[in-house]
């Protein structure tokens, strides 16, 4: 059976705990080892490759994860559809904790990732990237959301910051006026690995806090972002049943 759907885990989402049969395959690249084995198994009738972004144990920073290595081996192992889980904090009033959210742009402030295939041989790869996320995977994603009654708020503007340190008030202040809506670490270069790769992917954002200077609170820590990743992310494995039905 094919691949239906590749889905990589973000922070406080390590496994897919409603796989069944899983296996783990550890893959190899051109580009080196992705961040941990897939773990293909099925879930709703269908097959569906896992991949934890920072590998299983969050050994992996965001600049230290191997993005291209992870895209290939999910290119290498079949998928055409990757959704991606992206744990961030939120800027704008719609983009509070526990929010879910599927972004339609976003604004890379990264810097120093290997963020191309290409390596200066060959014809050099200037891919369309004017809607970073697959407009058709994004509707199905939404689709889904609809029918399985999990609250998806549509569009809004990911900011990709190079962390791992989260952001001073003032480059959240920035941010904000520049239009971004939610701030993660991993959203690229992934996004336009997967394009230049020709995988349909989208993203779906997890909103673990208010991002600096946004919220009431005096600080952003690790259990509050972990506490809220779980809350929110309750309905994520029937949504990704019926995406990767759809
Ligand atoms: N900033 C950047 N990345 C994040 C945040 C944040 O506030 N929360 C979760 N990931």
Redesign the pocket.
């Known amino acids: 059976m094919d691949i239906a759907l590749a889905v990589i885990g973000g922070?406080g989402v390590y496994r897919l705990a409603a796989l069944e049969d899983v296996e783990a395959r550890q893959v190899d690249t051109p580009y080196g080892a992705p961040s941990g084995p897939l773990r293909i198994g099925r879930l709703g009738g269908t097959r569906i490759a896992f991949l934890a972004r920072h590998g299983e144990g969050h050994a992996l920073p965001p600049h230290r994860v191997n993005y291209r290595a992870n895209l290939h081996a999910l290119k290498q192992a079949g998928a055409t559809r990757v959704l991606a889980l992206?744990?961030?904090?939120g800027i704008t009033d719609a983009y509070g904790p526990r929010v879910l959210a599927c972004p339609d742009q976003l604004i890379d402030y990264t810097w120093g990732r290997e963020s191309s295939f290409w390596d200066g041989e060959g014809e050099a790869l200037h891919v369309d990237f004017g809607h970073p996320y697959s407009p058709m995977f994004r509707h199905k994603l939404l689709a889904a959301a609809r029918v399985t009654g999990v609250r998806l708020v549509d569009g809004g503007c990911y900011g990709a910051?190079q962390?791992p340190r989260?952001?001073t008030s003032a480059e959240?202040a920035r941010m904000r006026r520049d239009g971004c809506d939610l701030?993660?670490?991993t959203g690229m270069p992934e996004a336009a690995l997967a394009r230049e790769l020709g995988l349909d992917y989208a993203c779906l954002a997890i909103v673990?806090?208010?991002?600096?200077g946004c919220g009431d609170a005096q600080e952003?820590t690790l259990a509050e972002?972990l506490d809220n990743v779980a809350a929110a992310s309750a309905g994520l494995p029937e949504l990704v049943a019926e995406l990767a039905r759809g």
């Open positions: 922070t992206n744990t961030v904090g910051t962390g989260l952001e959240i701030v993660g670490m673990a806090n208010w991002a600096a952003i972002v």
